[in-house]
């Protein structure tokens, strides 16, 4: 796949956009040693960043027809360098929290324009695999690079690693198209059929944007507290570390068997195996009792979820091919990170274990995998491969 001026965009822009995303399971065990919160606290906190995430790509994704996708990409990665070089440089605990808020505008506003602008492209699901797969890539760079830098430069270097990497993609946002979306129902060059009836449109759009906050919900509010659990059974950090980029590693094939599935057997088909893996894990990792098992469960959920990532967001496309939706879609995504520590934290402090968390993730990603296949199977698409444009 040769990597154009906009894939590169593109690349950029999900990888500053998911930086926290990834980062996550660190920024708490960071918080904990260096303000001395706890870990229900802790993620508090970060819902409140991606509380900002999600006002950010609704507030952006409304005014795609007035601001372009490369002046909201580019004022977000500034916002975003801004927000976790002020986290980076240990400021007291009220600035702290306002970098956490100003770092969670910008990443909604960059996240949202990379979902639009893959969208809007002819053949979505290629554009939203490439983009997954950038970020399985960073994912290994950030689960090599941060356990190193915390060893060496202390838990601030959390934040110095996501201000690094913004201010390295910063200027291929310079690279996305400098367009408007286009206003609701304008049809489009594209390889998606348009909806002709609005109001079923309106809730298919809808079930599938729900369906996609829970898949988030799933994920984050599990992930989020891995590292706790892993400290829980007595695994030394190194192993965390290990199993983390482990599991990254493992997971850039997520992408790439989504691609695959998609091309022989269409949206809908596929779900069921991608769910199957990501149960799986949550499970194994939340009855670990060693190194190995929490390893063998990391891998599981983040193959999973990187291999049913792309279904999701081609679903949007699908659904609404100007982008727009795509990119609100990005504010379900962070309000489903937001939800999903916050209510772990909340279960934690009301005396709950790390096993009920490790049950509600299953719960949740079950019914938003049902949810999605129900939106596609009345839309009547995604059970047969559509076919792929030349490049």
């Given at each position: 796949?040769r990597?154009d001026?906009?894939r590169l965009?593109?690349?950029g822009?999900?990888?500053l956009?998911e930086?926290?995303?990834?980062v996550?399971?660190?920024?708490?065990?960071?918080?904990?040693e260096?303000y001395?919160?706890s870990?229900?606290?802790a993620?508090l906190?970060?819902?409140?960043?991606?509380?900002?995430?999600?006002?950010?790509?609704?507030?952006?994704?409304?005014?795609?027809?007035?601001?372009?996708?490369?002046h909201a990409?580019?004022?977000?990665?500034?916002?975003?360098l801004?927000?976790?070089?002020?986290?980076a440089?240990?400021?007291p605990?009220?600035?702290?929290?306002?970098?956490r808020l100003?770092?969670?505008?910008?990443?909604?506003?960059?996240l949202?324009t990379?979902?639009a602008?893959?969208?809007?492209?002819?053949?979505?699901?290629?554009?939203?695999?490439l983009?997954?797969?950038?970020?399985a890539a960073?994912?290994v760079?950030?689960?090599?690079?941060i356990p190193?830098?915390?060893?060496?430069?202390?838990?601030?270097?959390?934040f110095?690693?996501?201000?690094?990497?913004?201010a390295v993609?910063?200027?291929t946002?310079f690279?996305?198209?400098d367009?408007?979306?286009?206003?609701?129902g304008?049809?489009l060059?594209t390889s998606?059929?348009?909806?002709?009836?609005?109001r079923?449109a309106l809730?298919?759009q809808l079930?599938?944007?729900v369906?996609f906050?829970g898949f988030?919900?799933s994920?984050?509010?599990?992930?989020?507290y891995?590292e706790r659990i892993?400290?829980?059974?007595k695994?030394?950090?190194?192993?965390?570390?290990?199993?983390y980029l482990?599991a990254?590693?493992a997971?850039?094939a997520?992408?790439?068997?989504a691609r695959?599935?998609?091309q022989r057997?269409?949206?809908?088909r596929?779900?069921?195996p991608?769910?199957?893996v990501?149960?799986?894990?949550?499970?194994?990792i939340?009855?670990?009792t060693?190194?190995?098992?929490?390893t063998v469960g990391?891998?599981l959920?983040?193959?999973?979820y990187?291999f049913?990532?792309?279904f999701?967001?081609t679903a949007?496309a699908l659904?609404?091919p100007?982008?727009r939706?795509?990119?609100a879609?990005a504010?379900?995504?962070?309000?489903?990170?937001a939800v999903g520590?916050?209510?772990?934290?909340l279960?934690?402090?009301?005396?709950?274990?790390?096993?009920d968390?490790?049950?509600a993730?299953?719960?949740c990603v079950l019914?938003?995998?049902?949810?999605l296949?129900?939106?596609?199977?009345?839309r009547?698409a995604?059970?047969?491969?559509?076919p792929?444009?030349?490049?």
């Amino acid at each position: 796949m040769r990597l154009d001026p906009l894939r590169l965009g593109l690349v950029g822009a999900i990888c500053l956009g998911e930086c926290s995303l990834f980062v996550m399971p660190f920024m708490v065990g960071a918080m904990t040693e260096l303000y001395r919160i706890s870990p229900g606290e802790a993620g508090l906190v970060l819902s409140l960043q991606m509380v900002m995430m999600t006002t950010a790509s609704l507030a952006i994704s409304a005014l795609f027809s007035r601001i372009t996708l490369r002046h909201a990409a580019v004022a977000g990665g500034v916002l975003a360098l801004v927000g976790h070089g002020i986290a980076a440089v240990g400021p007291p605990w009220p600035l702290f929290l306002a970098s956490r808020l100003l770092a969670g505008f910008g990443e909604g506003l960059v996240l949202a324009t990379a979902n639009a602008a893959a969208a809007r492209t002819a053949e979505p699901h290629r554009a939203f695999s490439l983009i997954t797969l950038s970020m399985a890539a960073l994912g290994v760079v950030l689960y090599a690079a941060i356990p190193w830098s915390i060893d060496h430069l202390g838990y601030r270097a959390v934040f110095g690693t996501m201000a690094a990497l913004a201010a390295v993609v910063l200027p291929t946002l310079f690279l996305l198209p400098d367009e408007h979306c286009a206003a609701p129902g304008r049809a489009l060059a594209t390889s998606v059929p348009a909806l002709e009836d609005a109001r079923p449109a309106l809730l298919l759009q809808l079930g599938a944007v729900v369906a996609f906050f829970g898949f988030y919900l799933s994920i984050n509010g599990l992930w989020g507290y891995t590292e706790r659990i892993g400290a829980e059974i007595k695994l030394r950090v190194v192993d965390i570390s290990s199993a983390y980029l482990i599991a990254s590693i493992a997971g850039v094939a997520g992408p790439y068997l989504a691609r695959q599935a998609e091309q022989r057997w269409g949206l809908r088909r596929p779900l069921a195996p991608g769910v199957l893996v990501m149960v799986s894990g949550n499970l194994t990792i939340g009855y670990a009792t060693s190194s190995l098992g929490f390893t063998v469960g990391a891998v599981l959920i983040m193959l999973g979820y990187l291999f049913l990532l792309p279904f999701f967001k081609t679903a949007m496309a699908l659904l609404d091919p100007s982008g727009r939706l795509a990119g609100a879609a990005a504010g379900f995504q962070a309000a489903g990170t937001a939800v999903g520590p916050g209510a772990a934290g909340l279960l934690l402090i009301a005396g709950g274990r790390y096993i009920d968390i490790v049950h509600a993730s299953v719960v949740c990603v079950l019914l938003a995998a049902v949810l999605l296949w129900v939106c596609l199977a009345v839309r009547g698409a995604g059970l047969s491969p559509r076919p792929v444009p030349a490049e």
